[in-house]
């Protein structure tokens, strides 16, 4: 089992930023974001794997959002800048073991946290 934790959530303004963090209780190597808004499906938002090359982003947030991972923690951060309403949403912190072939693709994660919100008022 993986416990995840996500902190950071928070109300901005548009244009305004946030931090998000998720604290995992061990390592697994497949780590992404994905959020979901009211009435909406899961979205993936973001992930990273170690490795090269292995950062990927959803083309609505792609130059806006920087995903991270601290190893040495196991934590994975994600800044969000330039938020726009349409960034609100719950983000969830996922993590999978088995091999994760669609980054974006939500039932290969095997663990996900509770959430954290982020509401961006316009």
């Known amino acids: 089992q993986v416990q995840l934790v996500e902190s950071g959530g928070g109300s901005v303004q548009a244009g305004g930023s946030l931090r998000l963090s998720c604290a995992a209780s061990r390592y697994t190597y497949y780590m992404g974001w994905f959020r979901q808004g009211s009435g909406k499906g899961r979205e993936g938002v973001a992930a990273?794997?170690?490795?090269?090359?292995?950062?990927f982003y959803a083309d609505s947030v792609k130059d806006r959002f920087t995903v991270s991972r601290d190893f040495s923690s196991n934590t994975m951060s994600l800044e969000m800048n330039n938020l726009i309403p349409e960034d609100t949403a719950m983000y969830f912190c996922?993590?999978?073991?088995?091999?994760?072939?669609?980054?974006?693709?939500?039932?290969?994660?095997?663990?996900w946290g509770q959430g954290t919100r982020v509401t961006v008022s316009s």
């Open positions: 990273l794997y170690p490795g090269y090359d292995s950062t």
């Open positions: 996922a993590a999978g073991e088995d091999r994760v072939s669609a980054w974006y693709f939500a039932p290969q994660y095997n663990y």
